[in-house]
């Protein structure tokens, strides 16, 4: 694997002040949002509805933002106008299970909705948001790894992810001349309610790791496949 060194200077720069995370309700999202707010950031979080987890942190959140339906991203739209962001990081994903015995064509279709259309409806609506130097991140996952799929199964879940690289690929080029960085972030193998709470790595563990990368983002690696630990990840 290749490292992150080899791409970017290891000195940490770190730039964000005003942060947007999509979909922080509970979770990575919600560690990552705290960790930001801890060390000064401004962070503003959205949710389609606010966990007791989210209430209890103190942070700013946007309800009612649902990134799979239209009215969710004109309220996106709405509360951020004016606002000026210098990196919006959006982690909503949903994992269901689907088996070529037990397919399930509609959870496939809204797997690709929340994992894959919801995140490029995002970056549509928060491009101009996002002044130059900006960063836009997006969670993805090593499952959308076409080279790395060893096991198989999962399907909406790893054609999701693979549809939603191929997205930010493509967002990494078109946003280049705006001089917006794509980050395009697995977490690493994370005990979350995701996961049943299995993992390799605890959520505070991945948070850390996903904004030292975010922090280290640039327009020398946008649009590169990063594991939250620095190693670049085959398609």
Not at 127 to 151: F, P, V, Y
Not at 187 to 195: F, H, I, L
Not at 219 to 226: E, K, N, Q, Y
Request: charged share 20%.
């Amino acid at each position: 694997m290749v490292q992150l060194s080899k791409l970017i200077n290891h000195q940490r720069e770190v730039s964000m002040s005003e942060i947007l995370l999509v979909g922080a309700n509970r979770g990575i999202g919600l560690e990552m949002a705290m960790q930001l707010d801890a060390r000064g950031d401004t962070v503003t979080v959205t949710c389609r509805g606010a966990s007791k987890e989210l209430l209890a942190s103190g942070l700013k959140y946007i309800g009612s933002i649902d990134v799979t339906a239209d009215a969710g991203i004109e309220a996106l739209r709405a509360a951020i106008k004016g606002r000026r962001f210098d990196a919006v990081i959006c982690v909503a994903g949903l994992l269901e299970d689907n088996t070529l015995d037990d397919l399930g064509p509609d959870s496939i279709r809204q797997q690709f909705e929340v994992n894959a259309l919801g995140p490029l409806r995002v970056a549509e609506a928060v491009r101009h948001a996002l002044s130059s130097g900006g960063k836009l991140a997006l969670l993805t996952s090593r499952m959308g790894s076409i080279e790395d799929n060893g096991s198989g199964g999962r399907y909406g879940y790893r054609m999701s992810k693979a549809a939603l690289n191929a997205a930010a690929k493509s967002l990494a080029l078109d946003l280049e001349p705006e001089g917006i960085a794509v980050g395009i972030l697995h977490p690493g193998y994370v005990r979350t309610a995701m996961t049943g709470f299995n993992g390799l790595l605890d959520v505070n563990e991945s948070a850390e790791l996903l904004i030292e990368r975010i922090d280290q983002l640039n327009m020398g690696c946008s649009g590169v496949f990063f594991h939250a630990e620095g190693q670049v990840l085959p398609w």
